[in-house]
């Protein structure tokens, strides 16, 4: 039997790990468009200096001998074959599978702006290794002391984090009224924003960019929706990921804005699996589907993949978005829903010198968190989320800075610290 | 494997287990030299919880599927072949995802050196965990598991 598998990263490298758990026997075989194996979020660590290349990677060395796996380096896969059950690389070999797996990640989204060019030079996106290497070749070459990040999600934050690293001065462009806006407000929102300004940077709220101005082939000029034109050499495009279907299409795979899995993280196609950033699975909190795009649901994903595709049967109930995020010193992690639409949600609140903590509870569980400068023993909220827990009788505790294990009911906390393990 | 149990009924409140896995963690080993060898206070890789009388230490309970394993971004925190969850300080780059990922929150983040400040280690190279070694009440304990 063969286990095919598209693509090289967490999800990847979970599934294999888990597959060898049930089956030592069968061969694994693995297709990368990719030179190396990187943890993609270390390269705002790496344009920043503060990680060199050849610590990107974030397994053994030994590790393709030790699972008795082949992997196919810069060995793009072109077109999947349902039926006959085989996959056409860009060389135009046909590779033939009895599971596969697909985890080939995200693309990053490349906005049709007036006056956009692919081949202008000074325009980087931010998700790829060698992108981010062209990026501090491009930075060192041109000694680039200013620049604009278009989008101020996770990837654009994370690219500011990198080059002010790099003492760039930034300026922001973002099309919402605040910073990460997917899970921050306003207030947390403020503290970053202090800090930008320290720094010297701009953030540009409510703009956009309308026009790319450039002169043989090279970036000048951002006409920005205010109808000021800002002088510019460097553009980050940092509008965020879509999951990398493009191999799907035709193929009877289904797919919605990613690939559409079970629980068991099987496609409509049975023996055909999809994990990671490209993969659409259940969302814990509203139980339909949603593409999560970050590590910990990859890893988990990629397991729960593999375990199948060695015939051991595995279900993962979902996860709900988190993250982890530091910028210029501020740290700050989130979990699931935090800023609800709806007026049936109660909003607890706490904001005290720097450190600002959000609670977002509905019919008296916890569905979202934010906390910004106050990230000490932040799982436990992630585990109440998990655990549903009712917390109608803590809630004056949850906002504490002792806010720990012994405020959660006796029954509910030795359980969880006397077992063997954890589901979370 | 042996792990760690805590019997909240039988904790005093002492904070002696706190005292012990500092200075089983210090440079010093010893107990009187561990504060002023400490750059600032030592931290312990357990956290002492007290609300009224009620009282315990709770460290890492070396998941057997470990979400902070799961959650690294650098493979800083792994897992040694008898299952315990250690921590390579060399790899991390303080990224707090494990912060993020462990549901019991005992993982203490050194926010100025950027890296985990602490982390349960099970007191690898001793014959028995500090914590458990020294409270005076047996409300820390070993036990085996299969």
Known sequence: MRHLIIGYSVAAISAIKSIREFDKAS??????????????????????????????????????????????WNTAAKKIDSKKKTVLTADNEIIKYDRLLICTGGVPIKLPIDGYFEDISGIFTFVKLGEVEKLIKYIEKNKIKECVILGAGLIGMKAAEGLLARKIKIRIVEMADRLLANTFDKTASALLEEKLKESGSEFLKETTIKKIISKAKKLEALELSSGKTIKTRLLIMAVGVRPNIELCKGTGVAVNRGIVVNTKMETNIPGVYAAGDVAEGREFLSGENAVIAIWPVAARQGGVAGANMAGKITEYDGMFPMNSVTILGVPSISFGLTNPKTADYQILLSSEGGRYKKIVIKEDRIVGVVLVNAIERAGIFGLLIKQKLDVSALKKQLLLDDFGFLVLPRDFRKHFVTGEGTEV | MKKIVIREEYCLGCRLCEVHCATAHSKSKNIIKTFKSAQGRPLSALVFEEQGYTTFALQCRHCKDAPCIESCLTSAMYKDKHGTVLHDTEKCVGCWMCIMACPFGVIKPDLKEKKVGSKCDFCTGREKPACVEHCPNHAIILKEYR
Do not use: C, H, W
């Open chain 1, 27 to 72: 061969e694994i075989v693995v297709l990368t468009d990719e030179t190396s194996v990187y943890s993609r979020p270390l390269i705002s660590y790496f344009l920043a200096g503060q990680v060199m290349k050849n610590k990107l990677s974030f397994i053994p060395k030994d590790f393709e001998e030790e699972m008795k796996i082949t992997v196919r």
